[in-house]
Structure formats: structure tokens, C-alpha cells
């Protein structure tokens, strides 16, 4: 089938995806270089969108998420990362947790695993996860800098992916899981990231040109794993999409899955490397 108007054969409307992505790429360069808190307001604003659309998508299969909790643990999270530092993150996950097991108990005793198995979840991902950007963006020196090093090279990967794909992908990585991606389209994010994280490594951060391509090969294998365990999540819940709040993308835990899966390995390799 020939796709429509304005489509691609992988089903997106690309001039819409492209308009989107560079609308939101702006108002993150924008936030981060103004004003640090607002680039913090556009994360929590986005991851919370997020974990709104896992808790419809957990609703629709009787699984009874409470969103309220989980929107405020997460924000604790992600703010008390940036002004506290790791300790502060940790901390404030356990007692989200805690609160959370003892939020669902005083809603009865019925399906309270299931729930809870479920609210944790969201709460590690993308909640906890996310707060790893935070620990990114409080470095003193280079921390609006280590945050563009960190979405360039992940978005890179879904970029070089999509066009390696369309032009060149013929054998399935994982059919079962998601059918379209495929290992000629891994080749394309892998030299993408690589690239990307090498030359953004050395102009903003002064690092060697090495360290940027390792950081982009640790990248394109966490992106990849994270759109995958996306995939596993929406298949198991029965929908084709998260949401359709980025019109050419889907939701926002649909653009949101790579970035939150390379967070904690390019936080750690920026820490130990640069």
C-alpha cells in the first residue's frame, strides 16, 4: 500500500514529525540557555504528560494507577536531583514509593499487587529515570551543554535509524516485538550517534573526540533497548500508540522511550570521562 499524502512507509507524516521535533528542539535550547528552572518546568511538564498517557493506557486494562501521587512524587524527584544532588533523587524515590504502597492499601485489598506493581513501575520509568537529566543539567560548569550532548546524541539515533531504515531496511531485528526496525536501521543510528556524540563532545565539552563516539555507541544500544521495551509495554496494554499529543510522533512517552533508557548511561559516562 502506497502511503498517504505527506507519509512515509513507516507510517509517520514526516513534514509534520520534522516540524514538531524542531518546535520542541527550540524551546529546549531556549529554556536550557535562559533560564535553567524553565528547561526543568519543560521536563517535568513532558515526563509528567508521559506518565499520564501510562495511566490511561494501564486504566483501559482495569489497572488502576494513581496519577496524582505519582505526577507529584516525580516532580519531587527530578527537582530535588538538581538542587540536592543524587542522594536528594534517591531519597525522594523511596519515600514516593512508600507513600504510594500506602496510598493504594486504603483503596482495598483487591488487585493490590497488580496496582502497585504497576504504580512502581511508572514510578521508576520514566519518573525516576527522568531525574537523571536533572543530576545532568546541575553539573557547575557544562550542565545546559552536557544536556544538549545527551538529547542530540540519543535523537540522533532515532533520526539516523528512520532514514537508514526506509532506505536500506530489509532484515527484522525483533519481528515479534516491533516489525519495523530492522538492522540496517541500527547501523544508521549507531553511526549517527556516534558521530554526533564525537563532534558534540569535543565542541561544547572540550573532550576527546573518542570519548563522544563511545558515549554515542553505549547511546545507540540503550536507545534501542529502551524503543523496544516501549514496544513490549504497548503490545502487552493493547495499543498502537501511548498517545497522539505530537501529531507525527504519537505521544510523548513514544519520543520519550530512548531518552529516558540512555539517561543513566551517558550521565555516568559523562561523570567519568569528561
Known amino acids: 500500500m502506497e502511503p498517504a499524502a505527506g507519509g512515509s512507509r513507516t507510517g509517520r507524516n514526516l513534514p509534520v514529525a520534522i516540524a514538531v521535533g524542531a518546535g520542541l528542539g527550540a524551546v529546549i535550547i531556549a529554556s536550557l540557555y535562559l533560564v535553567e528552572w524553565l528547561f526543568l518546568a519543560v521536563v517535568i511538564a513532558a515526563v509528567g504528560i508521559g506518565v499520564t498517557e501510562l495511566v490511561k493506557s494501564f ?6 494507577v494513581p496519577v496524582i501521587p505519582v505526577l507529584a512524587g516525580m516532580a519531587i524527584m527530578i527537582c530535588g536531583a538538581y538542587w540536592g544532588g543524587p542522594a536528594w533523587l534517591v531519597g525522594a524515590f523511596a519515600m514516593t514509593v512508600l507513600v504510594l504502597m500506602i496510598w493504594r492499601m486504603f483503596q482495598g485489598t483487591d488487585g493490590y499487587v497488580r496496582d502497585i506493581s504497576a504504580t512502581l513501575l511508572v514510578t521508576v520509568y520514566p519518573s525516576l529515570l527522568a531525574g537523571f537529566v536533572a543530576l545532568l543539567l546541575a553539573n557547575p560548569d557544562q550542565g545546559p551543554d552536557r544536556v544538549v550532548v545527551f538529547v542530540a546524541t540519543t535523537v540522533a539515533s532515532d533520526i539516523g535509524g528512520y532514514f537508514a531504515g526506509i532506505l536500506f ?5 525483533s519481528p515479534k516485538i516491533s516489525p519495523k526496525k530492522t538492522w540496517e536501521g541500527f547501523a544508521g543510528s549507531a553511526l549517527a550517534c556516534m558521530a554526533v556524540g564525537g563532534w558534540l563532545v569535543a565542541w561544547l565539552l ?3 573526540v573518542w570519548k563522544g ?3 554515542g555507541a553505549v547511546a545507540v544500544v540503550f536507545a534501542t533497548l529502551g524503543d523496544l521495551v516501549e514496544s513490549v509495554i504497548k503490545r502487552d496494554l493493547g495499543v498502537k500508540d501511548m498517545g497522539s499529543v505530537l ?4 505521544g ?4 520519550l522511550d530512548s531518552l529516558v533508557a540512555t539517561l543513566i548511561p551517558i550521565w555516568a559516562l559523562l561523570t567519568l570521562l569528561v
Do not use: S
Request: aromatic share 0%.
Open 59 to 64: 486504566a483501559a486494562r482495569d489497572v488502576n
Open 206 to 208: 572540550g573532550g576527546a
Open 169 to 173: 531496511g530489509k532484515h527484522k531485528m
Open 252 to 255: 510523548l512517552m513514544d519520543r
Open 213 to 215: 563516539v563511545l558515549i
Open 247 to 250: 501529531p507525527g510522533h504519537g
